[in-house]
Structure formats: C-alpha cells, structure tokens
C-alpha cells in the first residue's frame, strides 16, 4: 500500500516540512517491516529478512553505521527526535511473531503485547517526532485502539491468511469456543457479535486516549488527534456494516482530509 492510500497520509502530509519527512521515514520503516510480515516469500526466509533488519539496527547503535537501507533511512529521523531505538527493536519482535506464530484468538495478555509491539511502538515514536516526550501514555493507548479498528476492519481478509486477531473473550462471549480455524470463526453465526463486543473494546481505547489527552494537551499533538478522528470515524462506520466477512468499508482521501483538518482547526 502506498502512503497516499493510508489513513495517515493526510496527518503526515500536513506536518511542516522537517517533521513531515521524519513521519515518512518512520512510516516507510514500518511499511518495509509489515511488506516482510506479510510477503508471499517462505517463512524462513520472511525470518531472515527480518533478523537482517534486526542486525543492522544493532550495528547501527554499537558503530553509527547503517547496513541496511530500511535502518539507514530512519537513522535520520532518529538523529532528529532522539527517537527511542528500543521501540524499533519492539516492533521487529511483533513482526516476527506475525510471522513465526500468527495470534489466533489471542488472551486479553496476548493481543495487549502484540498492539504494543506492533502499534505502540508507532505511537511513541511518533508523538516525539510531533515534539512530545511525555505523552507515551496517550500513545499507547490509541494505538491500541487504532489497532482493534484495523483488526475490525482486516478480519475476513487476515482469516484468509490465517490469522485470527479478535479476542479469545470476545469470541467466548459470542458463543464461539476455539478451536477453531479462522475461516470457521469467519462462517460462524456469532461472529458479528464478537466483533461488536471487540470495537466496544475499541471504543473504550479512545476514550482513555482522551482521557490521557486532558492531562497532557493537545499542544502539538494534532496529528494524532487526526488519527483519532479517522479512525474513530472507520469504527462507526465498520459497527453499521451487515456482514463482518466482506470486504471493508473504507473511508474515502476527501473524507480523511476534512477529519484531519477539522483536528487542526481543534487544536489551534
């Protein structure tokens, strides 16, 4: 996917100009990452890309010499905003999990260190690069809800890989009780249910980011409170859809724009 179809293409793009290329880099980090994840190429060598990438993150912060390209094209942004290199290496492991043992019907436990892996690790790279170093709390927590609105949105399509990202309680609490394979769970009659009981999950996510936003402010957050606004947007439009295993709804570049602009107005 390029950046200009993502949902935080518009977030980035209206950044001035030092911070907005430091957001690609580490959206392009990101997007390298999960293309790997995600790839048609064998598990051992997707595995091997990724401990490549590993290792020369590690040679980087012992030498100050960047290996690989993925790692030299970040270093910049790191550089710039003294991003934590320790997320970075956060993030490989939740790439590698994807790949080694992808979640199916994860615990609560589970599926909370993996959205941090995967979606934290984002958030609090990025809130330093919008210039706030205390606001790792907010991060997190609306990375993981940005996190469970993804996992709603991509659930026929990760079933099909087979991968089952919705809560083991949630599933439980739907009448659905593992194992099962993920295209099971997919033709499962209480499959919409559980997908309600997981975006009340994340719901409940935003309004903690909220809630940590009143003790921080907004100041140079707003990128972030765009991020909040679209995808807060994308979970009420996934909660009105008829059947959880065709394709996804998707909102579209004019509707994100407007978000995006309206969270800039907000926080002016």
């Not at 030092?18 to 060598?45: E, H, N, V």
């Not at 439980?172 to 099962?180: E, N, V, Y």
């Amino acid at each position: 996917m390029s950046s200009r179809a993502s949902s935080f293409y518009w977030p980035m793009r209206l950044l001035p100009r030092a911070k907005r290329q430091s957001m690609f880099a580490l959206y392009g980090f990101c997007r390298a990452l999960d293309d790997i994840a995600d790839g048609p190429d064998s598990t051992p060598l997707r595995l091997a890309k990724l401990t490549t990438i590993r290792a020369a993150l590690q040679s980087w912060r012992q030498t100050g010499i960047a290996l690989h390209p993925t790692v030299a094209a970040i270093v910049p942004a790191i550089k710039a905003h003294n991003l934590p290199v320790d997320e970075l290496f956060l993030l490989v492991d939740g790439m590698e999990s994807d790949v080694n043992t992808p979640l199916t019907a994860p615990s609560d436990e589970e599926l909370r260190l993996y959205c941090r892996q995967v979606a934290g690790t984002v958030g609090v790279m990025a809130t330093r690069i919008m210039g706030r170093d205390d606001a790792d709390p907010f991060a997190v927590a609306l990375a993981e809800a940005l996190q469970l609105t993804n996992i709603l949105r991509d659930v026929a399509e990760d079933a099909r890989r087979g991968r089952l990202y919705l809560p083991r309680a949630c599933l439980q609490d739907a009448g659905i009780f593992p194992p099962l394979t993920p295209l099971a769970v997919l033709t499962h009659p209480g499959v919409e249910q559980a997908c309600r009981l997981t975006a009340q999950r994340a719901a409940q996510g935003f309004a903690q980011a909220r809630d940590e936003l009143t003790k921080i402010g907004r100041r140079q957050l707003w990128p972030a409170l765009a991020m909040m606004a679209i995808y807060d947007d994308l979970l009420k439009t996934l909660v009105r859809r008829d059947r959880w295993t065709e394709p996804a709804p998707r909102l579209g570049q004019g509707r994100k724009l407007l978000l995006a602009l309206l969270a800039l107005a907000k926080a002016v």
